[in-house]
């Protein structure tokens, strides 16, 4: 398997989590069993405190899809066939 399939895999799979963690803290909000003594934060600081995991794993998937990218175009020398 090569490793642009395994990141695309990788890839989606935190796509997946990241869209349940998204929907988890929105129906958290609206569940009936909800305590009205329990304090709960502001949803629109509770939907970005959700987004900052998004945006630091969108970033390192970036830097991972460049070097993987990068690799595949020049790989290194020791890893070269010899005709």
Do not use: N
């Not at 003594?37 to 630091?56: D, K, N, R």
């Amino acid at each position: 398997m090569s490793a642009a399939v395994v990141f695309l895999v990788c890839a989606a799979a935190c796509a997946v989590a990241h869209v349940a963690i998204l929907v988890s803290s929105v129906s958290a909000r609206t569940s009936a069993g909800a305590s009205a003594q329990v304090p709960h934060p502001g949803a629109v600081s509770e939907f970005l405190w959700a987004l900052v995991p998004i945006l630091a794993l969108a970033l390192v998937l970036t830097a991972t899809w460049s070097r993987v990218r990068d690799q595949h175009q020049h790989p290194p020398a020791m890893m070269k066939v010899a005709q």
